[in-house]
């Protein structure tokens, strides 16, 4: 019975501590995941203004605009309390200022949704019009979040 109680002791303190190493490291992971995703969603920018200046065809901005909008999901819960610090251009006021933050990520996927549905109607013209406000959502926060 001893022995038993002693085992769960152990264990409970074995998770712990690596609760406590989970924290620090999903900080870390957190901050090259957020920067990986940023950068993708740069590349597939690029790709959809590549699409729009070619005037079509447009399907071909279908998967990029999807990845925007992964991206906007996916970076509004990589910014966890305590990932201001270190190798980050992010401002301390996004941890001030959190609901306004993620509402500007609200911004980015309401817009970039919209972009997946402008670019499976097939009009080169009005991809073009909707890359310009998708990229007006990222410049808002950058402009307020971003050193
Ligand atoms: C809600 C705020 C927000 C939105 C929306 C947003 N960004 Fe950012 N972006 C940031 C912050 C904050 C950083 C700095 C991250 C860091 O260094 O930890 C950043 C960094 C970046 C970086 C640099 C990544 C690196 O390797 O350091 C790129 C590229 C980028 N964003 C592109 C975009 C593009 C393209 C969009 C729109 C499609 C966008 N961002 C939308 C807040 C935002």
């Known amino acids: 019975m001893t022995n038993r109680f002693t085992r769960i002791g152990a264990a409970a303190l074995a998770l712990l501590v690596a609760g406590g190493i989970g924290v620090a490291m999903a900080q870390g992971d957190s901050l090259a ?3 990986a995703n940023f950068k993708m969603a740069a590349d597939a920018m690029k790709a959809v203004k ?9 399907a071909a901005a ?8 992964q991206m906007a999901r996916a970076n509004v819960g990589h910014f966890p309390a305590g990932s201001g610090a270190g190798d980050t251009k992010a401002k301390p006021e996004i941890w001030t200022d959190k609901a306004d933050f993620d509402a500007k990520f609200k911004n980015l996927e ?8 402008v670019a499976k109607a097939g009009d080169a013209k009005a991809l073009g019009a909707q890359f310009g406000a998708v990229g007006g959502t990222c410049k ?3 402009d307020v979040y971003r050193k």
């Open 33 to 35: 995941a957020r920067k």
């Open 110 to 117: 309401t817009a970039s949704l919209k972009l997946v549905d």
């Open 62 to 69: 279908v998967p990029e605009a999807e990845k925007i909008v």
């Open 50 to 58: 590549g699409v729009a200046d070619a005037g079509g065809p447009t």
């Open 140 to 142: 808002a926060c950058h």
